[in-house]
């Protein structure tokens, strides 16, 4: 652009052909550029593939398109996905449990405050796990307590220190999805709920969990997307210091 | 029926006669009658009028059908039906929390347990009203905590006796309905979940804190109708002794 | 604790010390420990892992966490499952029916009370015997009829005196449920409705016996998850006499 | 039409005219007049005005473009539209309960045999009573037993030679609606089910009775709209011999 | 019965033993059992198993106890079921396209009335045949025509006269279901609508069709459950003359 | 910024100056203006205003920052607001059963195609009347057929001619809503499907026929929000010719 | 007809046969007759075939009974069917991620008009690509751009001028489907938005975007059912000049 | 406490009374205490009473048992709740359109950042400007742009700045709700998004602005309930720095 405008006062281009010209810039020249700079820079996250519903070949295709210096993150992947990329990119890193792979290019700056990850139950972990791939890879440090269960409420009090010094809780549970709940009342963090699609009956694919969560009583708590572990992490660390 | 048979053996009427009339005797004297004056007797609870959605001549001429020396309650009324009511009924109870209307003609054998009536909210204390009421008419002690909230979880601390000596627990909340799976997983008595329709947004007129309490992680529950808090005290006192 | 207080007493550690120490106590030296073992003393039923949505390695792990003289309870397993915990655990026995495995270490208190389990069908057969099994291994005597349908309601009479003596109902049945209203409107003891999820078309894996069980107009009944064998039979085991 | 032929025979009028004018009749000429009159004749019931969402004009528009030789039933109507309707039609008659209006010029041709009507409960009586006048003014014996209850199913065997002397049975119920399938399982001859909106909490709005409904496990049993009680009454009358 | 009664006469039993007996008679003897009876008689339609979720042991089970001068209907088996029923009735028709096999012992006398089966689409037929075979063993004259879809509705002018010349006609559609609407405006008989599961998207599993039908505006339709050809076969049977 | 390039060219500003300034420019200067412009020369239809939920001072103050050289829609208002129009807009014109205003400034060059409105019921004509005012506002001859009812299908062939000859057509619908799909499957011409929220029971606000509609399966059908007479008649217009 | 009138001229047949003759002609001797040629000519799109759940068999059958001079578009198709087709339609042509099969006989007249084809996400394209394949079959040229994203809305700015210069728009999206708004938003010209099923958690296989593209608040946006590529692609056309 | 074991030690009190003594304690002084007084430090927002369904009477009682030090924010309240709240507490403020009441006694320390508050529309106002009485009581700097649009997308460029500086933005939005998704895109803070139960159709009192924020692709954005102004208000700030 800095050129365009040179030329024009040397009198090579005229001014109609200036304003034309301006008219058809692509909006990276003309102040949106910043945006993506800017959120590389302030958010130490640059890419990341949700992978479900994604041919191997299309996800190979998009991991192509990155560019090769950044951090990439595949989400809900399998194992064959994993082999795939593998021998592409050698130092993919699989995590079985969360469905994620990471291509780690540089590290973050580390946060200081520490994102705590609460799931409910056992099947909960693999969209807990997603979560802590997700703010790991964007700087954080993470404690998870797992399985901690509704029914034995009283046992949040062996970690009410972990509770009262993390700078944003996670909580991730399915089924009635009371967990939230809880916690939000305890904490005085922002608490980032997960509903989770595990569960029979009429938790009907985390909408029970869903419905609780979003009539949580408790201030300080928002909702993330059923199975959304990675969004929640994503969220955390964004507010994490 | 003694006197037919009587007849048949003295002659009066011819073995044919008897067949056909047993055929077509009414259910009452052939082994179901016991089922009616068992339940009065058993459950000491007689007879109840649903009023939302009948006219008020409608419940004058129920209530008219009614024997006169069983106790009667008549549910979701308001104060209109009770001044139509009184006039016929001097004795007629009101009450307006509750929304109930109570005639009481005996008093029920006092049962030794106590019934715990907890509610979530301040809302939620006319469904928890409509559950005294028909459980002290059955011969139960109630003893009544209202408004615990989720957010404070932790204040059940403060009435954790009641829980443990309770010998059933009712369970009154609206909007995500998580107090009956934390007062679940700290009682070891059976609790009486009732989802109740108060609340804004993603509450659903009572679906989210039905969908919690039936996916309720805690054994130990079991659930009612939403707003239901007749049945809640009525479940109550058949299971209390 | 004890402990703590004799040391301050004799001099041994100061006055502040004791207050510091208090406050970060785990919770079960303060009065809550009385809670697991007086649910374990009254409730005779220790521990229960739902194994749906499990993997084989996480259910050996949480086993291995239970105490060694408590009975166990495993449901929603496959025979996999059982292969896998039969050669850790010699004395597990697997119901194939009922998807579940017990591994008991002692003997309940038998009950007087006789727990009565009714299936409108054929398909809900594996539900029913979840409860069965809960029931059992809590010192419950069960007995069941299966398949009596509500098409041939007037069948019931032929059960009319079991479920008259029977101390607690359970019904089991999807497609429209109606069963629970029936036994509801016959029994005076209490009725514990499980939807199932069988069925098809408009049954929605079990939300319309949910809601025709939610609506029963029959007093006494309450309802427990879709499919949730076990939450009745536990709920039946401790309103048992 | 015939004497458009008679007029071509007569060479009044060409072929090619014949043709054209054939191609552009009204469909009344055409073989399908036949079905009107027809339906007029077999069903015996000309014109129906559904009038819930029509005001009082509109609806006096579409009266005055019924012949006047038809019998004319307007339903869900008020008290309101009835008095305007008066004015204009004498012999109107008004059932308040059943929210209809008759206006009867004929008498349709008896049938033989009877139409039994049942409700489960007090509420449910306007849709049912909606029944009653549509199957009378096409020439139905109608029985009517109301507010039976599903609590109360014992109470059928009172009426069992009704159930078993109707040609066909119309079960009108709200909340759980359990009563369509329990006549269904005891009767013989079709059962039109119609479901209700009244009743409360996780009723919605009839939701739940329509899915019992659908769900009935009797066969036999057919189902019709949401208060939908001229539609049953139809229904029944047309299969009513 | 009438022993007992005359050994009463004679003195053989006194009063009191007659009374007793006579309170725990099985229903069959008391009026009741002539349902069972009337019904075979009246409908000539026996018995019918609902196969889906169950084993073929159970089916096998279930086929023992049914009389073996019966016709017997199995809904919604596969292959391997048929080869299991075929080594042990020999006479077991399976058919393929309706999931059904037809155990025939009796032939039913024929019925005067057609029943017209109309399918929206192609996809439709299975649930369509369920139907036919269920009309065809009940004794009725079954005509079909398939395929005929919504968006060609100017094709029911072919088949006219099949509409006005049936007694009873089942229309199974999916999608949008708006096939029965249509012929319901067409015909003066009853229609029976049977919505089915076929479709994607917005259709839900056949709650769309079923939404579409119970909203009928066209008089003398009546709704099945979703995929329920056999009740549609059934609900024909009995209603056709 | 005609203005700024010379001053630049001129040595009266800066580079750097220029630069920034292009940067912080309001989109309108860099060819996005041309959007809006585009819009209404191409379009002929500047501003509609939605009232439902909007207090009349809003109104007023939003129909303040009109243009005065525009057409002006207001759609879902009632008398009272009209009135308060009135009272500042002298040539508003109120349409009472449409429910909307129009304040026009200018009248659209007329467009060739005619539109062709149908509703299925009276119930439906205000939403109808919606579209009508939107489409003729934007220029279109309308023609309307209101009330012909899916059980009256055959009617449709008395107005087969203004179906072929329509160059666009709008089916409005309530209840089963299947108008749409029978005129879609006559048609050739685009049709707009719009449901309406009229009916009762089973229809659930619109649901019913926003299904059906979706489901459509003939060709050539879209569908726009349930009530949405204005997106109706706005998306005919531009589709017209 | 023409013969028919000639014979009755001529005296062959006397008027009352030809009366009768000509109420059961079929339809398309009366004017219909032209709407199918009518269909083809003006539309350009003789005959689809929607496949999924359909047998191989079935397909083919259906194949045979099409006219062998037309276009044939098979939808929702996979390779195992292909394979059948293709044996007996050499120039079938198989597109893998539209999932269809195209037999040409003939080249419909190229439209001016351009239609755009955009998605939202790669998981969208299948759904797209089938609209393109209609879309070409049909006489249309083409664009498509794949991947926007929503959350990339700025990179909409780069593809401006294609906005602007298309015809008609289709939107493809699945997850909170927000990109149709955007883009109808920006464009003067009809959208056609496709919800799809894609997507996990609350986008509940579709109904999601499907209810946001329904709530599109900028207007000229109409949508189509759920993966519903075909449609949008028939829609898009025939209002393509 | 520190008196309970000074007495212990000095022999006052035996060691067994000083155990059962601390068993017994209320949870208040042993460490829990802290969680209430560090939340009022910290988040500087002591009490909110939420009075949709609570009489006059009951929120005067509620305000009675708050500390007459701390800042009180009532939400959903209407005028007649002001008029009385305000007799009794003179300093209070009401907010018409917030619908919120605010007795403040204290100024919290302001905070650095601000918070931008978005809407869709008009209608969505009231829930901003809960949101926004809710972050001003507790210390943030709010900036708001009503009315945006999501039709007019491209007029949020005009605010890019504002999007850009600001610490966390709250969009609120009904009907599609896709301004979420369009600013989630462009911002790189976080983004609460408040669903609204304005609009009308298929927006379903929320539902469908609910879902489309859920799916939202755009990272960083969390979800609160329908209409919950206040929530988003407090977790905007306790993330505010």
Chains 1, 2, 3, 4, 5, 6, 7, 8 share one sequence.
């Not at 820079?41 to 996800?59: S, V």
């Not at 916690?183 to 963090?189: H, M, P, R, T």
Request: hydrophobic letters at 40%; proline letters at 4%; glycine letters at 8%.
């Amino acid at each position: 652009m800095k050129k365009l405008l040179q030329d024009y006062k040397s009198g090579k281009i005229p001014l109609s052909k200036v304003l034309e010209k301006l008219k058809s810039l692509p909006y990276e020249d003309l102040g949106f550029a910043k945006i993506d700079t800017h959120r590389e820079i302030r958010k130490g996250f640059p890419e990341t593939i949700f992978c479900q519903g994604k041919t191997t070949a299309q996800i190979l295709a998009i991991l192509k398109k990155t560019s090769c210096d950044q951090n990439i993150l595949l989400t809900k992947v399998n194992k064959s996905v994993y082999n795939s990329v593998k021998k592409q990119y050698r130092n993919a890193r699989f995590n079985e449990s969360a469905r994620t792979i990471v291509i780690q290019r540089w590290k973050p700056k580390p946060k200081k405050g520490t994102i705590l990850i609460l799931t409910a139950g056992t099947s909960d972990i693999p969209v807990a796990e997603e979560a802590v791939v997700t703010a790991e890879l964007m700087g954080n440090t993470v404690e998870k307590v797992y399985d901690i269960g509704v029914a034995g409420v009283h046992r949040l009090f062996d970690i009410k220190d972990k509770i009262f010094n993390a700078n944003v809780i996670i909580v991730v549970a399915g089924m009635e999805g009371a967990l939230a709940s809880i916690v939000g009342g305890l904490a005085s963090k922002p608490v980032i709920a997960v509903p989770t699609s595990v569960g029979y009956g009429a938790s009907f694919k985390g909408i029970a969990p869903l419905l609780t969560m979003m009539n949580c009583c408790a201030e300080g708590v928002a909702v993330v997307n059923i199975d959304n572990g990675f969004g929640a992490g994503y969220f955390a660390s964004i507010i994490n210091r």
